[in-house]
């Protein structure tokens, strides 16, 4: 059949060869990736063993940087160049981040690290730490990676996913979905294999905390509530008694007295999981023991700051205790006996705690991973999150008009219609926010939205439909419409404390990874893998569905993909881009149509259950 | 194929397969909203070409949207009143019953007063429960009348909006005690 002929001899539309993939748990104080092998997950070590690789990397003034254990001993000796607990700096402003230890540049936007090999982004510094892992996991699988399951915590918002994921760009990864990580969590302890169930995931981190509520039904989760604090974790409980050592002791005066205290600390508290006492000797701060209990006492007020959002999260999804199925803990904090006894007493039940509590969201990551790249077979199995802080516009008095309310499951659209206030006005400005509050001062500012190309026109007559997406990764995108004419407004985006297009690109050539290849060649590869992964799919899609076609399109779609391979053999992108967009008009109506074929027979099946 | 038959549903009800109407199996709803989004999510799309993740996007976005609207008895409502052309002008029209909004006037004051007593916001909070409950009861038999039922059922949709406004505000206060 001609439209077949397309497909060359011997090649498949729909390859089944294994596809690597991989699960990434980008923590705050420790990073690991998984994988699916045979069947099950594997935590992938480094070449002496150790699984965990410390987040964090040492710039040095020749360029060259060390990421992992490398780096962090050399903490004390070089702080400022060598950076750990990035992933708290994400997506955030200089304005926001507190104290940090490290020299900070004069920059708008997203807060810039002064080190030794210039100025750097938390974007460009979690890039170095996923290259790391990247290479880990491809000289041990022995080839390249598809695609990563990437985790961030429930509560990050839209600049901190949109951070993380700039991430894995510079680092050459390719991200198949951001994913919360107490889903992860709740995937690893196999909980989608229950029938069904309401799970709320206790997840203390090194600098972050996260609870979420989730309900498992069919093989389906749904994130029914989610809260936390994005800036509490088990650094917090260190620093809590670094500080009780000191007022009993000296305070640390140097950036490397400090570090050594904090890192006592941190042993001290990691020690009384399995001791009753300690003894700590930090020379010129602290000398002397520590007990459980007195660790307890110090601790207690940061534990109890994380009972106030699972109680939030009950509330909010319309439960009560009593209705927890499980109670799962995740992240090296829950190791700490106190954590344990004060989440049972909260809970009135005994937390699942038999997964590492380090490894546990990356093992959870990986079988999404595996899943989202096709190795898994058919499968059930679907993970439904939820944006976990509202989204706003500015309006008048600097007020905020929200548009996505928090938890509303993702994706999800809205679309708001503006008008112009002025004659020949073709230029609208839009202020987007994230937070609960009314005040824009008061909430996250995203980014603006500058939309340009309405037709001139009166005052008042223009129709402009602006539409708010947030896809399955809790990014927003914007696009807008003028009705009346149906002109595509032009959209320019200024993040308030993230990167712009324009920044990555220069990061990605300025990068080491990417030297040897030249922007117009990394730009050509990707347009080529757009171009076949778009040729496969609609021959596919015809090849499966043809019946679905109207009269004269099969040929048409033909016809443009026979021009899209011609285009994709040559070298000029801007052709080869021009003929994907030429495929996809030719091919949109088809592709809606067996997407709404799919839920027809999704829910004709329904009927015939409920007929029986 | 016309623009009607390409697009699988008008309206939220049948996009689920549902009869337009008040009554609603808010689990049977659910699982109808799982099935559906199994076969649409982006996370099944993950190897597939920009152009069907975009559209994967919408789709799911669009079963949410719907979902949110039908689950909540009085957006419910509300989107039933719409479907019939009947706005309920919540953000234009600000004329109320007074009976009912000094009663609301009341709970206000109480609410204010009694922020540190939480036996009081307890039985406010039973008080709240009883008056929503009778109104929702109210509203299911005027939409179940039809068009005769529209007027009172616009009536009680707006008062129920003020009634989850303040419902809010009470759990707040009772977190917070």
């Given at each position: 059949m001609a439209l077949l002929q397309i497909s060359e001899p011997g090649q498949s539309p729909m390859p089944h060869a294994r596809r690597l993939a991989a699960g990434i748990d980008l923590g705050t104080t420790n990073s690991l990736i998984a994988t699916v092998d045979g069947g099950a997950v594997r935590v992938l070590a480094d070449e002496t063993g150790a699984a965990l690789l410390p987040s964090v990397v040492r710039f040095f003034d020749s360029g060259e940087v060390a990421v992992g254990s490398a780096a962090q001993a050399a903490e004390i000796e070089d702080p400022l160049n060598t950076i750990a607990s990035v992933k708290r700096l994400m997506g955030r402003g200089r304005d926001e981040v507190g104290q940090v230890p490290y020299a900070l540049a004069d920059s708008e936007g997203m807060v810039r690290?002064?080190?030794?090999?210039?100025?750097?982004?938390?974007?460009?510094?979690?890039?170095?730490?996923?290259?790391?892992?990247?290479?880990?996991?491809?000289?041990?699988?022995?080839?390249?990676?598809?695609?990563?399951?990437?985790?961030?915590?429930?509560?990050?918002?839209?600049?901190?996913?949109?951070?993380?994921?700039?991430?894995?760009?510079?680092?050459?990864l390719t991200v198949l979905r951001l994913l919360s990580e107490p889903t992860a969590a709740a995937v690893a302890y196999g909980l989608d294999r229950q029938p069904e169930g309401l799970y709320c995931i206790y997840d203390l981190g090194g600098g972050t905390f996260d609870v979420s509520l989730l309900r498992l039904s069919q093989g389906v989760f749904e994130v029914l509530a989610t809260g936390g604090d994005a800036r509490l974790g088990g650094d917090d409980f260190d620093a809590a008694v670094a500080a009780d050592?000191?007022?009993?002791?000296?305070?640390?005066?140097?950036?490397?007295?400090?570090?050594?205290?904090?890192?006592?600390?941190?042993?001290?508290?990691?020690?009384?999981?399995?001791?009753?006492?300690?003894?700590?000797?930090?020379?010129?701060?602290?000398?002397?023991?520590?007990?459980?209990?007195?660790?307890?006492?110090?601790?207690?007020?940061l534990i109890e700051r994380t009972l106030a959002p699972c109680r939030r999260v009950l509330k909010d999804a319309g439960v009560r205790v009593a209705d927890v199925s499980e109670v799962v803990l995740v992240g090296g904090a829950t190791r700490t006996p106190r954590v344990?006894?004060?989440?049972?007493?909260?809970?009135?039940?005994?937390?699942?705690?038999?997964?590492?509590?380090?490894?546990?969201?990356?093992?959870?990551?990986?079988?999404?991973?595996?899943?989202?790249?096709?190795?898994?077979?058919?499968?059930?199995?679907?993970?439904?999150?939820?944006?976990?802080?509202?989204?706003g516009i500015e309006i008048m008095g600097g007020l905020v008009e929200r548009i996505i309310p928090r938890n509303a499951p993702i994706p999800t659209t809205r679309a708001q219609e503006f008008t112009t206030y002025k004659d020949g006005q073709t230029a609208l400005a839009v202020h987007v926010v994230q937070g609960e509050r009314d005040l824009v001062t008061d909430c996250r500012s995203l980014a603006r939205f500058t939309l340009r190309g309405i037709p001139p026109m009166a005052a008042g007559a223009a129709r402009?439909?602006?539409?708010?997406?947030?896809?399955?990764?809790?990014?927003?995108?914007?696009?807008?419409?003028?009705?009346?004419?149906?002109?595509?407004?032009?959209?320019?985006?200024?993040?308030?404390?993230?990167?712009?297009?324009?920044?990555?690109?220069?990061?990605?050539?300025?990068?080491?990874?990417?030297?040897?290849?030249?922007?117009?060649?990394?730009?050509?590869?990707?347009?080529?893998?757009?171009?076949?992964?778009?040729?496969d799919a609609v021959l596919a899609a015809i090849a499966a569905d043809g019946r679905l076609l109207a009269e004269g399109e099969g040929e048409a779609i033909a016809t443009h993909a026979r021009a899209?391979?011609?285009?994709?053999?040559?070298?000029?992108?801007?052709?080869?881009?021009?003929?994907?967009?030429?495929?996809?008009?030719?091919?949109?109506?088809?592709?809606?149509?067996?997407?709404?074929?799919?839920?027809?027979?999704?829910?004709a099946g329904h009927s015939i259950q409920e007929f029986r | 194929m016309t623009q009607a038959e390409r697009c699988v549903a008008r309206n939220h009800f049948e996009l689920f397969g549902l009869p337009v109407g008040y009554d609603i199996d808010e689990r049977d709803l659910a699982r109808r909203h799982r099935e559906l989004i199994?076969?649409?999510?982006?996370?099944?799309?993950?190897?597939?070409?920009?152009?069907?993740?975009?559209?994967?996007?919408?789709?799911?976005?669009?079963?949410?949207?719907?979902?949110?609207?039908?689950?909540?008895?009085?957006?419910?409502?509300?989107?039933?009143?719409e479907l019939a052309g009947v706005s309920?002008?919540?953000?234009?029209?600000?004329?109320?019953?007074?009976?009912?909004?000094?009663?609301?006037?009341?709970?206000?004051?109480?609410?204010?007063?009694?922020?540190?007593?939480?036996?009081?916001?307890?039985?406010?909070?039973?008080?709240?429960?009883?008056?929503?409950?009778?109104?929702?009861?109210?509203?299911?038999?005027?939409?179940?009348?039809?068009?005769?039922?529209?007027?009172?059922?616009?009536?009680?949709?707006?008062?129920?909006?003020?009634?989850?406004?303040?419902?809010?505000?009470?759990?707040?206060?009772?977190?917070?005690?």
């Open positions: 690290l002064k080190t030794a090999g210039g100025d750097k982004t938390p974007v460009e510094v979690s890039a170095h730490i996923l290259a790391a892992l990247k290479t880990r996991a491809e000289d041990a699988l022995g080839g390249p990676l598809t695609g990563v399951v990437i985790t961030v915590p429930a509560y990050f918002d839209e600049a901190q996913r949109q951070a993380t994921k700039d991430a894995a760009r510079l680092a050459g050592l000191e007022a009993h002791g000296r305070r640390a005066t140097t950036a490397e007295s400090a570090r050594a205290l904090l890192r006592a600390a941190r042993t001290a508290r990691e020690q009384l999981t399995t001791q009753e006492t300690v003894s700590i000797d930090v020379p010129g701060v602290f000398a002397g023991t520590l007990s459980r209990d007195e660790l307890n006492a110090l601790i207690d007020p344990r006894e004060r989440v049972e007493g909260l809970f009135r039940k005994a937390p699942l705690n038999d997964i590492d509590p380090d490894q546990v969201v990356a093992v959870g990551a990986a079988r999404q991973a595996d899943l989202l790249v096709g190795n898994a077979g058919a499968t059930d199995m679907l993970l439904l999150d939820v944006i976990p802080l509202s989204l402009i439909r602006v539409t708010y997406q947030v896809d399955a990764d809790g990014l927003l995108s914007v696009s807008a419409q003028e009705l009346s004419s149906g002109a595509e407004s032009e959209i320019t985006v200024k993040p308030s404390y993230g990167l712009t297009d324009a920044d990555i690109e220069r990061m990605l050539s300025e990068s080491m990874a990417h030297a040897a290849t030249d922007a117009a060649e990394r730009a050509w590869r990707e347009q080529v893998v757009e171009a076949d992964r778009m040729i899209l391979r011609a285009a994709r053999d040559g070298r000029d992108v801007t052709a080869i881009r021009r003929a994907i967009e030429a495929l996809d008009r030719a091919s949109a109506a088809f592709a809606a149509r067996r997407m709404d074929e799919g839920l027809r027979r999704a829910m | 199994s076969t649409c999510h982006p996370d099944r799309f993950a190897q597939a070409s920009a152009q069907e993740r975009r559209l994967a996007v919408q789709k799911s976005a669009a079963l949410n949207e719907a979902l949110k609207v039908l689950q909540d008895p009085v957006a419910r409502a509300r989107y039933l009143l309920t002008g919540e953000e234009t029209d600000t004329v109320m019953d007074p009976a009912f909004l000094i009663q609301q006037m009341e709970w206000r004051e109480a609410l204010e007063e009694n922020r540190d007593n939480p036996a009081r916001l307890s039985s406010l909070m039973d008080e709240w429960t009883a008056m929503t409950a009778a109104r929702q009861r109210e509203l299911a038999g005027h939409l179940r009348a039809g068009a005769a039922g529209y007027p009172q059922a616009r009536r009680l949709v707006r008062e129920l909006q003020f009634l989850r406004r303040f419902g809010d505000e009470l759990d707040e206060a009772h977190l917070e005690t």
